[in-house]
Nanobody
Framework: VQLVESGGGLVQPGGSLRLSCAAS????????MGWYRQAPGKERELVAF????????HYVDSVKGRFTISRDNAKNTVYLQMNYLKPEDTAVYYC?????????WGQGTQVTVSS
């Protein structure tokens, strides 16, 4: 099983980034996919997830209206479009896949929002 994130980087406040997570080694379409983040000195926080069948999405309140999660089951990829980024969005962002008792994690990608 592999989850490989990409798209992180340094961006100015108000800017945008698009994270991607390419999955392999499991039946992607059957799993809930999502993103956590962890800032220095803070606990890991669930940012957003998208369900497998119906594509229902959920967001933490702090990113609602700014972030959009989506998935492409044909490409085994989940995305996180991040707009109007704020310094407090700075963190390592981790992709995850979940189903029943299974949970898989990516290695993380750094997002830094700073002027």
């Amino acid at each position: 099983v592999q989850l490989v994130e990409s798209g992180g980087g340094l961006v100015q406040p108000g800017g945008s980034l698009r994270l991607s997570c390419a999955a392999s080694g499991f039946t992607f379409s059957g799993y809930v996919m999502g993103w956590y983040r962890q800032a220095p000195g803070k606990e890991r926080e669930l940012v957003a997830f998208i369900t497998s069948a119906s594509g229902i999405t959920h967001y933490v309140d702090s990113v609602k209206g700014r972030f959009t999660i989506s998935r492409d089951n044909a490409k085994n990829t989940v995305y996180l479009q991040m707009n109007y980024l704020k310094p407090e969005d700075t963190a390592v962002y981790y992709c995850f896949a979940g189903k029943d008792g299974d949970r898989y994690w990516g290695q993380g990608t750094q997002v830094t929002v700073s002027s």
